[in-house]
């Protein structure tokens, strides 16, 4: 009687358990894969459009131009962006033949959301007098940046100083190998990427995963399995299931950075402070120097927060790692600036996905031009 008392207890512990497990599927985010829903969009004549007008198999995707692309803000204003031959974002008075600086990096180095003239690269030669190339790509992250940064440099042999932007939230991007795995509705159902994982660089799987859809769908499976903020599959025993996602590292730090965010502290704080996420940073930035230097050209990082919600994480990890920063490497934060953030993205109200406003990239702009004149890069003077 009294085992079958017992038998029934732990009958009715393991039914809890998984009725916890299935309802945390449903009621908590970043608990349950999303793969069903993205794989099932997987079409081969979308990847074939995809390869040909933006894929790439060292960077998973890129500017292929000359092309000029018409688009809207999240306000609804229209924006026309033009690229030269290069890939490069054009603006009034570029002279690719004089670059002396040379931006790479995500949407906020691109300029995404504001006209050509607006994107900071053009504020940064407008306000400096230099020509500055803007190969900003929507999307990248610190490796990808770097990746296109090997690509371009040889372009422009006047080149004086790299800028390698970083958005504090692009710290996530490097342990990526597929996209939509960290960001389900990214809008790059296609984007396989390069990653790091251990401090070293893990390659884009190449051509083949842009022709052919099944090779494709292959490699977009194992990332549902294998990447950093890979989550598991939802189904029995959803208890198991349930403790794989809270015992990830992805899932804390996901987690750990809505709670900070509740809380009003830096939300990026956990993350910067992850040994696996910023020893990648170090060893990239490490890879960064060193190959910039090679080329005659002085390395400059520069991170950018999103809104008011963190303007302090980029920094404490810079001052916390000091002394294991290349000694070439100029790093700036544009977080210390004075800013006033009502006005810095298009809309505040939406500022996890509208980019800054003139004004913002403007901001970005100053205190780039700033820190290169402190450190009289490309002949500028404070």
Known sequence: MRFAFAGIVLLLLAIALELIGLASGFLLDDVRDEREAIL??????????????????????????PRTLDGKSCEGTPTVTTYDASGARVYEGYEPQSVRVVVVGDSYAAGSEGSDDEAFPARLAAITGLSVANHGVGGYGPLQGFLKLQRVLGTYPATEVAILTIMYENIYRMANSYRPVLYDSSGLLYGLKPYMEDKRIVPHPGAAALEDIGRFRAEAERAFDEDFWARPRFGFPFSLALFRALSAEGFQLLEAQKLLRKLGRPEYARAYRSEALAGNLLALLERYAAFAEAQGVTPVVLFIPRNDLDTQSASDFLQAHAGRLPEGLIAGDVGTAAIDWQR???????????????????????????????????????
């Not at 969009?41 to 390869?51: G, I, K, P, T």
């Not at 509208?354 to 404070?382: F, K, M, N, Q, V």
């Open 40 to 65: 099932a969009q997987l079409d081969a004549d979308e990847l074939r459009d995809f390869a040909r007008k933006q894929g790439d198999p060292v960077l998973g995707w890129d500017h292929h131009g």
């Open 344 to 382: 810095f993205n298009l809309r505040e109200d939406d500022g996890d996905t509208c980019h800054p406003s003139p004004y913002g990239y403007d901001t970005i702009a100053r205190h780039a031009a700033e820190l290169l004149a402190s450190r009289r890069l490309a002949g500028l003077a404070p």
